[in-house]
């Protein structure tokens, strides 16, 4: 059996566990409305940064942002379940959920690496699959 107690005070401190959970859904709000500006101001801006995808490796924002512009903008509405949110100290939190898309009832799994960096919050890493 899995202790899910935490013991660590640092570990969801509610104030940022507040801040990345409102990111977290803004970042859900552009994504199903393509809000492309929004995706992007919420990935690093970096040539670091990278995301998988369910059929594509990204490396770097140019990466992801041409990927996004030339993504099919339609059928993107999905429901979430499961959604896991762990804040670890002041900067660093994970990002897990699994989703369900609407029109095509296909299931995956999203999740995002968020570090607090000069600029603000920023989804560093990413993963998308699907089941």
Known sequence: MHDTTIQDPAVNIPEVLAEVTALFE?????????????????????????????????????AIRAFRAERPAGDLAR????????????????ANTEFRRRNSGRTGRQSQTWVRLPQGWRIVAAHVSLI
Do not use: M
């Open 79 to 94: 429901d979430l379940t499961r959604t896991v949110i762990t804040t670890f100290g002041r900067d660093f939190a994970t």
């Open 26 to 62: 803004r970042y859900e709000r552009a994504l199903v409305g393509n809000d492309l500006a929004t995706l992007d101001a919420l990935f690093w801006d970096s040539p670091l940064v990278l995301r998988y995808g369910a059929g594509e490796n990204l490396y770097g924002i140019d």
